[in-house]
């Protein structure tokens, strides 16, 4: 987990510490913020790229259940992994934290190899979720803005972290590049348009396509930090309607 970026969120030093001397001997990453409360955990969400949130349940200021609530109600943030550390064990605070969307939680005092468990179970559970692709989309248009290039395309599957697309080949296309993808549906569940567009993404992948449809096929990894908020929330609507609609889920594992 060395590329994995930590949020530690805790009013007292020497448990951040800890947490931070945990992560580094046990998980190998040295990508490790710390907040003493909920309120500067937000800032530094709003400011720097963070996947996994260890956070205490009582602080000054903002809380950990009140941070909770933010993050599952963010469209940016919902997604991350959050663990919460409390030294409440008692059954009432288990039915709050699991209601609030909660992924795990340690009592203090804990062990080393108990918060390094439930670190790689949050963060094995959240990579199985975003790596779930749908294959069946609803009718759609798709264009790729390649340097000069426009080209027509269809989406083959799709998860919350990437896709696959069948399009026609042409130099423009690089690997590694941000390249610009607009995905549009005129009726989405209903008579109702939804826009995806300009959704940013490298292509990882290029292959030759030996089927019916265009001439190669592009595996696209999204860059989701570039794109805007309105583009993120609109792609959720769409993983949304297709985890409800269809039972055509291809699972990547």
């Known amino acids: 987990m060395r590329n994995v970026r930590f949020l530690v969120v ?3 030093t020497a448990v951040r510490n800890v947490v931070r001397n945990i992560i580094k001997t046990r998980l190998g990453s040295d990508q490790v913020i710390m907040a003493a409360n909920g309120k500067q955990a937000i800032q530094i969400l709003e400011s720097k790229p963070v996947d996994i949130i260890i956070s205490d349940w009582q602080m000054p200021e903002m809380n950990g259940e009140e941070l909770l609530y933010r993050v599952r109600n963010s469209a940016k943030f919902k997604d991350l992994p959050f663990i919460m550390m409390t030294s409440n064990g008692e059954r009432d ?4 934290a699991i209601k ?3 992924s795990h939680f340690v009592v203090k005092p804990f062990r080393a190899e108990k918060l390094e ?6 963060w094995n559970g959240a990579c199985k979720r975003n790596s779930v692709r749908h294959s069946a989309l609803p009718a759609h248009a798709m264009r790729i803005v390649a340097s000069d290039a426009l080209l027509e395309a269809k989406v083959n599957n799709i998860s919350h972290t990437g896709m696959q697309v069948y399009s026609d080949y042409v130099d423009a296309l690089k690997l590694y590049k941000t390249t610009e ?3 549009s549906f005129d009726n989405f569940n209903g008579p109702h348009a939804l826009s995806i567009s300009p959704l940013y993404g490298s292509i990882v992948r290029i292959e030759a396509n030996e089927g019916p449809e265009q001439d190669c096929l592009l595996g696209v990894r999204f860059e989701l930090d570039k794109c805007s908020e309105q583009v993120r929330n609109n792609l959720d609507k769409l993983m949304i309607h297709l985890d409800n609609a269809a039972p055509d889920v291809v699972d990547n594992n």
Request: aromatic residues 10%.
């Open 93 to 96: 605070f288990v039915i709050t």
């Open 10 to 12: 805790d009013d007292c």
């Open 117 to 122: 468990a439930a670190v790689n179970k949050s």
């Open 181 to 183: 993808f607009n995905l």
């Open 100 to 102: 609030n969307g909660v």
